[in-house]
């Protein structure tokens, strides 16, 4: 079992950037698969990355792509997500996501065992 804790959220302008933070704690978190996903106010969560065992395997929303990178550091037990060029549109709490069956990027939320609370992310001039 893992717990997730996630930071890094807050108020940016439009263009900037910030990187947000997924603490876990438990064992064997390199035998994680982590992913990121975000729920807007009246929207349903969505999917916004995943990155393998190793780090070396990750997937994106189209919606992200070229923009946010997401990262881990096993030795730190976190995984990051780093987002460049924010828009208005990116405004959403952020969740971070594990799930251990199998060393393979999840783009479904139903594929994660284990969830964060969340952190707010407001991209406004």
């Known amino acids: 079992q893992v717990q997730l804790v996630e930071s890094g959220g807050g108020l940016v302008q439009p263009g900037g950037s910030l990187r947000l933070s997924c603490a876990a704690s438990?064992?064997?978190?390199?035998?994680?698969?982590m992913g990121w996903f975000r729920q807007a106010p009246g929207k349903e969560r969505e999917f916004v990355a995943t990155?393998?065992?190793?780090?070396?395997?990750?997937d994106y929303a189209d919606s992200v792509k070229e923009r946010f990178t997401i990262s881990r550091d096993n030795a730190k037990n976190t995984v990051y997500l780093q987002m460049n060029s924010l828009r208005p549109e990116d405004t959403a709490v952020y969740y971070c996501?594990?799930?251990?069956?199998?060393?393979?990027?999840?783009?479904?939320?139903?594929?994660?065992?284990?969830w964060g609370q969340g952190t707010q992310v407001t991209v406004s001039s």
């Open positions: 990155v393998s065992w190793s780090g070396y395997g990750t």
């Open positions: 996501a594990a799930d251990r069956t199998s060393n393979r990027v999840k783009k479904e939320f139903y594929e994660y065992d284990y």
């Open positions: 438990g064992r064997s978190f390199g035998r994680y698969v």
